[in-house]
Nanobody
Framework: HVQLVESGGGSVQAGGSLRLSCAASGYIVSRYCMGWFRQAPGKERERVASIDRYLRINYTDSVKARFTISKDNAKNSLDLQMNSLTPEDTAMYYC???????????????????WGQGTQVTVS
């Protein structure tokens, strides 16, 4: 039984930072493609960042140079360091996982079969 539990969300002023973490159980983080997604009210869920088995990383353009995705194999967790936050980053953030080795083979939101409950990030 795969379980993903996010933590670290909250409210922050523009220019601030937050670090999200996703603790996985029943799943080995190091083996597969995982990602962070976000969804703002009235908008579609979008992939923010992803990292695969080979540590190849992709970011959506709007977060490049501000966000950093990483895996902590010792903790079996997926992290997202978010710096220089803007109000446009306000959304519910979700951790998601697949059983694919390469993120390039799972381009769609629906390719991710495992999801956390989400953590709210609000930037004012």
């Amino acid at each position: 039984h795969v379980q993903l539990v996010e933590s670290g969300g909250g409210s922050v002023q523009a220019g601030g930072s937050l670090r999200l973490s996703c603790a996985a159980s029943g799943y080995i983080v190091s083996r597969y493609c995982m990602g962070w997604f976000r969804q703002a009210p009235g908008k579609e869920r979008e992939r923010v960042a992803s990292i695969d088995r080979y540590l190849r990383i992709n970011y959506t353009d709007s977060v490049k140079a501000r966000f950093t995705i990483s895996k902590d194999n010792a903790k079996n967790s997926l992290d997202l360091q978010m710096n220089s936050l803007t109000p446009e980053d306000t959304a519910m953030y979700y951790c998601a996982a697949t059983t694919a080795y390469r993120c390039s083979s799972v381009p769609y939101v629906t390719d991710f079969g495992y999801w956390g409950q989400g953590t709210q990030v609000t930037v004012s």
